[in-house]
C-alpha cells in the first residue's frame, strides 16, 4: 500500500514557468513532510520540508503548501532554470513511528525545464 | 574527508552469484539505509540499522543481507542475485530515523547493480 501518493511522474516546463508537483498522504500521523531533490548520477539530497503547523514555507525560489484537511502538499518552484532539472521526490514521516520505516518517499517526478 | 561513499559504483554480476555492496559514512551517524531505486517505484527502503549491531527490515527486504559491525559502515549483500535485483542502490545515514530535525538523510552517489 502506498502511503505517499506523487504526481505527476514526468513534468516539462518551459524556463520562467512554475512547475507544480503534488504529493497526497493518507496516514494522519504524519507530521513531517520534506522534498528531496536528485540530480543525474547522484544520491538525493534535502531540498526543503514542512510541519503540518503551518500552510506555506518558503526557502529561495522553493515553496512548500500544505491543506491539512486535505491531506495533500506540494512543491512549487519559481522562475525555474534549466538548473533546476532533476528528480524530486516528496516523503512524509511520523515521531512515534521511531525507526527509519518511519520516512516514506514518493515515486519521484522527473522534472525538465526547457530553456 | 567528511561524507558517506559507496563503492563499487558499477557492478555487473551473474545470476546466482553472491555481491556485497559498500557503505562506508564519517559523520558517526547513528543510523544507516540502504534503498533500491527503480523507474516506477521511486525509492523502497531495504534495510535499516539504528546503531551497530542493531539492523531491521524495510519494506523490501527478500533476498538481501545486512550487517553493521562498526558504526561506520554498512555492507549490503545479494546472498544469490537474481534479475529482479538489477537496480541502483543507495545508501543514506542520519542521526535521526527519519531526517527530522538538523539531521536530513545523506545519500550516497549509488551503485548500479546489472545482475545477467
Known amino acids: 500500500q502506498q502511503q505517499v501518493k506523487q504526481s505527476p511522474q514526468s513534468l516539462i516546463v518551459q524556463k520562467g514557468g512554475i512547475p507544480i508537483i503534488n504529493c497526497a498522504y493518507e496516514?494522519?500521523?504524519?507530521?513531517?513532510f520534506p522534498w528531496y531533490q536528485q540530480f543525474p548520477g547522484k544520491g538525493p539530497a534535502l531540498l526543503i520540508a514542512i510541519r503540518p503547523d503551518v500552510s506555506e514555507k518558503k526557502e529561495g525560489r522553493f515553496t512548500i503548501s500544505f491543506n491539512k484537511s486535505a491531506k495533500q502538499f506540494s512543491l512549487h518552484i519559481m522562475d525555474s532554470q534549466p538548473g533546476d532539472s532533476a528528480t524530486y521526490f516528496c516523503?512524509?514521516?511520523?515521531?512515534?513511528?521511531?525507526?527509519?520505516?518511519?520516512?516514506?518517499f514518493g515515486k519521484g517526478t522527473h522534472l525538465i525545464i526547457q530553456p | 574527508d567528511a561524507g558517506i561513499t559507496q563503492s563499487p559504483r558499477y557492478k555487473i554480476t551473474e545470476t546466482g552469484r553472491q555481491v556485497t555492496l559498500m557503505c562506508h559514512q564519517t559523520w558517526s551517524h547513528s543510523y544507516m539505509f540502504w534503498y533500491r531505486q527503480d523507474l516506477g517505484h521511486g525509492l523502497r527502503l531495504i534495510y535499516y540499522?539504528?546503531?551497530?549491531?542493531?539492523?531491521d527490515k524495510g519494506e523490501v527486504p527478500d533476498g538481501y543481507v545486512v550487517s553493521r559491525s562498526k558504526t561506520e559502515n554498512f555492507p549490503l549483500t545479494l546472498e544469490s542475485a537474481t534479475r529482479s535485483q538489477t537496480s541502483v542502490y543507495f545508501c543514506a545515514s542520519s542521526f535521526t530515523g527519519t531526517g527530522e530535525g538538523n539531521s536530513p538523510l545523506h545519500f550516497g552517489n549509488g551503485t548500479r547493480l546489472t545482475v545477467t
Open positions: 516523503a512524509a514521516s511520523w515521531r512515534s513511528g521511531g525507526g527509519a520505516d518511519g520516512l516514506t
Open positions: 540499522s539504528a546503531a551497530a549491531d542493531i539492523t
Open positions: 496516514n494522519t500521523a504524519f507530521d513531517y
